[in-house]
C-alpha cells in the first residue's frame, strides 16, 4: 500500500503549521486513511483542534544513570567521560545534574566496578486516539513541563505512526533546530509554512535550507497572504520552490482558529483546495 | 546589578518580538539597556532592531563522532551502541549524533574520532536603543539551550562593562530546552499570550514551567486581546486563578504588521497607534515592577 508521510514544518512561531496540517488530514480523510501526528511536544495543540476519544497512553522514558554508592570508588572515569558535563566529581562524593544528561549511557559502560545501572526518566506521554466520528487517527505526545529533552519523545510520536494509513500528516514544532530534525526527518514532502512578513521571510530562508540539507522534497504554503510584502513570492520564483496553497489573511479564519474550528468544518469550500495541494505533492514526489 | 526582563509565550507567532522590539524601544528613552535574543534558530528581533555587527564568535555546541573508513572494518559495533540512531551502513549521520563518545568508546580498532562540530554563531552588535547580542544556530543543530545561555552570559558582560541597567530578552516559543535556558536568572518574566484556545493551552504550560523553576515574577500580556473577546476573559480568568497578573490587554492593529513590514518597531512606526499606547502603558507598569526587584 502507498504510504505517504507529510510533515508541515515553518521557522516562524505561529506561521500556520497546526492550521495546515489539520485542515489537510480532515480534508484527505473522507477517502483516505490518514492519521495527523502532533511533534509539537513542547506546546501541542492538534488535539485542541480535533474532537477525539483516547485509545491509549504511553509514558515515555529515557535512560539515566542510578548509582551504587556502595559500589562506587569515586575513580572518576563516568565523570571524564560524559561529554555533557552531567557527573562531576568533587572530592568525596558524584553530582549528577540531569537535566544535562543525554542519556548516552557512557558512564554505565566505562564505569569498572558496574557501580551504574540503568534508571528511567519519564519525559512526557504520547496519546494515541482516534476521532469521535472515527474518521482520522490522532497521535501527540505531550513533554512533561521542566523537561529539557523533546526529541527522544518526538521519536515516539513518530513510531507510534504505524498500522494500516495512507497518510501521515505531521504537525513539526516551530524552529529550525533538533527538534523540528527529529519531526522531518526521513518523511517523504514537507510543506514549509509561511506569511508574507520580512519576519516570516527570513524563516523561511532557515528552514529551507534545513529541508535541502536534509535531502528532502518540499514545497511552500503561504499563510495570511495578502499581509504584508511580496518577497516571500519573489524568493520561491527564483529559487523554483512550488507554491502549492495560500490561505488569505483573513480576520474570520483567525476568529475560528481562536475558537479552535478548522477551516474546513466551517468552509467545506476549502476541502477541495487542500486536496489538490495533496496531489500536487503527490505530482512531485 | 544589572536586572533581566525576558519575554516568553509558549505558543508561537502571540506578537513576541514585535513586543519586545517596542518595549526595547520605548525603555531605551528612559534606562541604559542591552538587547538580547536568545530565539537562536529562529531568531527576528534584527528585523526590527537593524543592529550593526560589531563581534562574531564561533561556537561550537559538542562533538560530533567520525569514522575513518579506511580503518573501519564494518563490524556494526559501534551501530549497535549509539542511544541516537546517528549510525547507519558506517556512516555517522551528522544531524542525529549527539557527540557523545560511545561509539568511540566500542569501536575494537579505533577507528572513531570526536571533533569539535561548529553549530552557529554568536554576535555582539550595535543598535540605537544600545547593545544587541544575538545569534545563530546553524540548521537543525542541536545544542540550543548552550547557545542561549552564552547569548545571555555575553549580554550580562556587555551589561555589566557599560554599566547598562537592563537586558531585555526576547525568548524562544514552546518550554524545552532554549527557553528553560532564556528564563534562567530572570528577574522578571512576561508572558505574551493570543486569544486562541491554543494561545490559552500554551499559555498556561509557560507558566507551569515558570513555577517550576520557582519564578515569582511572572506577567502576562494579551495580544491581540480584541481577536476573541471570550477568551481573552478565560485567559484572565486562568491567570488569575495561578495568581498571575494581566497587565495589558493589547488590540489587535494592522499598523504592527505595517511595522515589520518597514523593519521598525511598532511604537516607531506609528506612536499613536492603539498597539503604541497600550505597550507604553504595559512598559510603565513593568518598570515599577522592576523597580521594585532586587
Known amino acids: 500500500m502507498f504510504n ?5 514544518a515553518g521557522g516562524k512561531g505561529g506561521c500556520g503549521k497546526t492550521t495546515v496540517a489539520v485542515n489537510l488530514a480532515l480534508s484527505l480523510a473522507s477517502e483516505k486513511k490518514v492519521l495527523i501526528a502532533d511533534c509539537d511536544v513542547e506546546e501541542p495543540n492538534v488535539h485542541l483542534l480535533i474532537r ?16 551504587d554508592m556502595e559500589k562506587c570508588t569515586l575513580c572518576g572515569i563516568c565523570a571524564d567521560f560524559c561529554q555533557y558535563h552531567a557527573i562531576v566529581k568533587v572530592l568525596d562524593k558524584l553530582l549528577f545534574f540531569q537535566e544535562l ?11 569498572p566496578k558496574n557501580a551504574i545501572v540503568k534508571g528511567e526518566r519519564v519525559i512526557g506521554v504520547v496519546r494515541e486516539c482516534v476521532s469521535e466520528d472515527d474518521a482520522l487517527r490522532l497521535v501527540y505526545g505531550v513533554l512533561n513541563v521542566g523537561e529539557p529533552r523533546a526529541s527522544p519523545l518526538i521519536e515516539a510520536v513518530r513510531r507510534s505512526c504505524s498500522g494500516d494509513v495512507d497518510v501521515v500528516v505531521i504537525d513539526a514544532p516551530p524552529g529550525t533546530a533538533c527538534p523540528v530534525i527529529a519531526s522531518i526527518k526521513d518523511v517523504d514532502h514537507v510543506l514549509l509554512v ?5 519576519m516570516g521571510f527570513y524563516d523561511l530562508k532557515l528552514i529551507v535550507d534545513v529541508a535541502r540539507r536534509l535531502g528532502l522534497s518540499f514545497s511552500v504554503v503561504v499563510n495570511k497572504a495578502g499581509l504584508g510584502d511580496v518577497k516571500v513570492y519573489e524568493y520561491c520564483e527564483k529559487e523554483r520552490i512550488p507554491i502549492v ?6 480576520r474570520g479564519i483567525s476568529e475560528l482558529y481562536s475558537r479552535g474550528i478548522p477551516i474546513v468544518k466551517a468552509m467545506p469550500s476549502w476541502r477541495e483546495r487542500f486536496v489538490k495541494c495533496y496531489e500536487r505533492i503527490r505530482e512531485m514526489m | 546589578m544589572v536586572k533581566e526582563l525576558v519575554v516568553i509565550s509558549g505558543k508561537g507567532g502571540t506578537g513576541k518580538t514585535s513586543i519586545a522590539a517596542s ?21 527576528t528581533l534584527h528585523v526590527l532592531l537593524n543592529p550593526r555587527i560589531k563581534h562574531e564568535e564561533k561556537f561550537s555546541g559538542s562533538k560530533v563522532a567520525e569514522i575513518n573508513r579506511s ?32 561509539c568511540r568508546l566500542f569501536c575494537p580498532v579505533n577507528a572513531i574520532s570526536l571533533k569539535d562540530r561548529e553549530s552557529g554563531f554568536l554576535f555582539i552588535s550595535e543598535t540605537k536603543y544600545g547593545p544587541m547580542c544575538h545569534a545563530r544556530l546553524l540548521p537543525g543543530e542541536a545544542n ?8 545571555k552570559q555575553r549580554a550580562k558582560m556587555v551589561a555589566e562593562e557599560e554599566k547598562r541597567d537592563l537586558i531585555v530578552v526576547d525568548g524562544p516559543p514552546g518550554i524545552g530546552c532554549p527557553v528553560i535556558s532564556s528564563i534562567a536568572g530572570a528577574n522578571l518574566l512576561l508572558a505574551v499570550a493570543e486569544p486562541t484556545l491554543s494561545g490559552l493551552h500554551d499559555l498556561m504550560r509557560a507558566i507551569g514551567l515558570a513555577r517550576f523553576f520557582k519564578m515569582t515574577k511572572v506577567f502576562v500580556a494579551i495580544n491581540m486581546w480584541d481577536i476573541n473577546a471570550e477568551v481573552s476573559a478565560k485567559i484572565v480568568e486562568a491567570c488569575r486563578n495561578e495568581g498571575v497578573e494581566v497587565l495589558a490587554k493589547i488590540p489587535f492593529d494592522r499598523r504592527v504588521i505595517e511595522a515589520v513590514v518597514n523593519r521598525a518597531p511598532a511604537v516607531e512606526y506609528d506612536p499613536k497607534s492603539a498597539f503604541s499606547v497600550e505597550v507604553k502603558h504595559l512598559w510603565d507598569s513593568l518598570a515599577s515592577t522592576l523597580a521594585l526587584t532586587s
Open chain 1, 4 to 8: 505517504l508521510i507529510i510533515a508541515v
Open chain 1, 52 to 67: 477525539h476519544k483516547l485509545l491509549r497512553e504511553k509514558v515515555v522514558s529515557v535512560f539515566t544513570p542510578k548509582f
Open chain 1, 101 to 111: 544528561c543525554h542519556g548516552c549511557e557512557g558512564c554505565r559502560y566505562v564505569c
Open chain 1, 194 to 198: 509561511t506569511e508574507p512578513t520580512p
Open chain 1, 245 to 250: 496553497l495560500e490561505i488569505p489573511y483573513d
Open chain 2, 23 to 43: 518595549i526595547i524601544s520605548i525603555a531605551s528613552n528612559s534606562i541604559k539597556l542591552v538587547a538580547a535574543d536568545c530565539d537562536v534558530d529562529a531568531s
Open chain 2, 71 to 102: 580503518e573501519c572494518i564494518r563490524c556494526r559495533c559501534c551501530q549497535a551502541v549509539c542511544e541516537f540512531n546517528a549510525i547507519e551502513d558506517f556512516r555517522v549521520d551528522v544531524f542525529s549524533c549527539e557527540g557523545c563518545g560511545v
Open chain 2, 144 to 151: 540550543s539551550g548552550k547557545l542561549v545561555s552564552l547569548v
